[in-house]
């Protein structure tokens, strides 16, 4: 272990240093409480062995600082006093030291000391690592719940919340944002034709497109079933358009066959609806992905495998397949 003597007369450092160094572990020294202190906040000391009095900072400060403020690490603490009344000692402990040796120190009792000590340390390093362990699990579990387990984007729930800190920072900065609801063409026809483990893979697949082509700041979510959302922050209609515009041209180009579908091209395509909410808008969140999913419809109605949004604007997209069939 890694040792602290705090005493301001040098005989009994000495003694006790030579004493810990004897038994095996590394010792250091401080002549007094603001030395040792000092030491201490290096977060590297197992254990201290202070002497109660001291000029400055004497040793019950010294457990009382180094309980307050010291947290990565539990540093065990005997207090070394000349000082044998039990009300005294008591007030120590009290203060946060976990045992204490009376002077004149023998051999025995500090020994005694580090072998308790060491248990403790030891205990509370296991106690430190499984809470490690215990938070990284819930970090995991956490993102778990947020992440949808077939496409690994973004659940409801991860979009709702995500979408609560853009629409509160939108209203704060005046700033715009848009949302754009997107939908695989005729998705039942695919599976209805390929099979239900066919159409996870396409939705997997479609699902690393969109994430591959969102830019910085964008989110992409997975609405349900068919269905994603991708969340556009400080942004406008004709910025959203384009993104829009870049998705669909990407799940083109990836050419997922669809034989199945009634209109070409033969290859899985989505349809994509805009809705932007500006700084002059009383618009909710629930208003806005309605706008959406009404502009989405317009957009399968219009013909499918096209942008449509919240104005009278549709763009359509060069369909055209780059497999042959």
């Not at 009300?87 to 004149?104: C, F, R």
């Not at 060491?118 to 296991?126: A, F, P």
């Not at 995991?140 to 973004?154: F, I, V």
Request: one cysteine or more; glycine letters at 6%.
């Amino acid at each position: 272990m890694r040792i602290l003597v705090a005493d301001d007369d040098a005989t009994s450092r000495v003694l006790l240093k030579a004493m810990a160094s004897k038994l095996g572990h590394d010792c250091l020294v401080a002549s007094d409480g603001s030395a040792a202190w000092e030491l201490l906040q290096s977060g590297d000391i197992d254990v201290l062995l202070t002497d109660w009095m001291m000029p400055g900072v004497d040793g019950t400060e010294l457990c009382r600082r180094v309980r307050n403020e010291i947290k990565d690490n539990y540093t065990y603490i005997v207090l070394v006093t000349g000082l044998a009344d039990p009300e005294q000692i008591l007030e120590g402990m009290n203060s946060g030291a976990d045992d204490y040796i009376v002077k004149p120190v023998n051999s025995l009792d500090v020994q005694t000391c580090l072998v308790a000590a060491e248990r403790v340390t030891s205990l509370h390093r296991q106690v430190h690592q499984v809470r490690a362990q215990l938070e990284e699990v819930n970090l995991e579990l956490l993102g778990r719940s947020l992440t949808d387990s077939l496409t690994n984007l973004g659940n409801r729930r991860r979009m709702e919340e995500d979408l609560l800190k853009v629409h509160a920072r939108a209203l704060r900065s005046q700033n715009s944002y848009c949302v754009t609801m997107f939908d695989i063409d005729y998705f039942k026809f695919y599976n209805d034709h390929y099979g239900h483990p066919a159409g996870d893979e396409a939705l997997r697949q479609v699902a690393k497109c969109l994430n591959r082509v969102v830019r910085s700041g964008e989110s992409v979510y997975r609405y349900g079933g068919e269905e994603f959302l991708l969340v556009m922050p400080n942004c406008h209609v004709d910025d959203a358009i384009a993104a829009a515009e870049r998705v669909l041209h990407s799940v083109n180009l990836i050419s997922i066959p669809h034989e199945a579908r009634p209109t070409p091209p033969p290859i899985v395509t989505l349809s994509a609806g805009v809705a932007c909410h500006s700084p002059d808008s009383d618009l909710t969140i629930h208003d806005l992905i309605e706008h959406a999913d009404q502009a989405l419809y317009s957009a399968k109605l219009s013909g499918r495998n096209r942008v449509r949004a919240g104005l009278p604007i549709i763009r359509e997209v060069n369909a055209e397949p780059l497999i042959q069939h």
